[in-house]
């Protein structure tokens, strides 16, 4: 199956800092990723869908302008978190699908 | 990574009938919830049974979970050929909140 890496794999900022964060398919050329974010204890929900070229195709009440996310490559999408604030603390996760779906590892975000 | 175990790996059933998945699962849980994707698509939350529940309803989804025997059933009932896609098991243990997904059943809905 396809190998996905993200990084970092923890972050720490101040209110108002953007954080960028990285996902990679190590071993598979996606033209298609995907991201979620997951509370505590909760569901894992779809945020965008990334596609390698052109314009991500954001979930409903995903902010487009708070959530930026790039996809220059086959094997690297970002996504960037503009001006963090403490609810935007959660557990990010990426994934490709080739044929079916493979994550990340996640990356942990805490906005202080 | 993936890990659990969920069958059947493959279900093909006319449309109108009802289709059972199950999941099984190692350790003690927080939840557990089935997700569903559709062909090159991203996973679709479906409904999320906590471990002190043992069953729960959403449409025509209904969900089981017998935490003794650590496994969860999802029932579609009166299947429509929209319902084709792959089924997820995910359970989320106590101490954090990463989920642990099951391989996932794929589900054809013949017409």
């Known amino acids: 199956g396809a190998v996905v890496s993200q990084h970092p794999s923890r972050v720490i900022c101040k209110s108002g800092t953007s954080v960028k964060i990285e996902c990679r398919s190590l071993?598979?050329?996606?033209?298609?990723m995907f991201w979620y974010r997951q509370f505590p204890k909760q569901s894992l929900m779809l945020m965008a869908t990334s596609n390698e070229g052109s314009k991500a195709t954001y979930e409903q009440g995903v902010e487009k302008d708070k959530f930026l996310i790039n996809h220059a490559s086959l094997t690297l999408s970002t996504l960037t978190v503009t001006s963090a604030h403490p609810e935007d603390s959660s557990f990010y996760i990426c994934?490709?699908?080739?044929?079916?779906?493979?994550f990340g590892p996640g990356t942990r975000l805490l906005v202080l | 990574s993936q890990q659990g175990e969920e069958d059947p790996q493959a279900l093909s059933i006319q449309e109108g009938e009802n289709a059972t998945m199950n999941c099984s699962y190692k350790t003690s849980i927080n939840n557990l919830q089935w997700y569903r994707q559709n062909s090159g698509r991203g996973l679709v939350h479906l409904i999320l049974?906590?471990?002190n529940e043992r069953e729960k309803h959403s449409g025509r989804l209904r969900v089981t979970l017998d935490t003794s025997k650590k496994s969860s059933s999802l029932l579609i009932t009166a299947s429509r050929a929209a319902d084709t896609a792959s089924y997820f098991c995910?359970?989320?243990?106590?101490?954090?909140?990463?989920?642990?997904w099951g391989a996932g059943t794929k589900l054809i809905i013949k017409p």
């Open positions: 994934s490709v699908n080739p044929e079916t779906q493979y």
């Open positions: 049974i906590r471990s």
């Open positions: 995910a359970t989320a243990f106590w101490s954090n909140y990463q989920l642990i």
């Open positions: 071993d598979f050329q996606a033209t298609t």
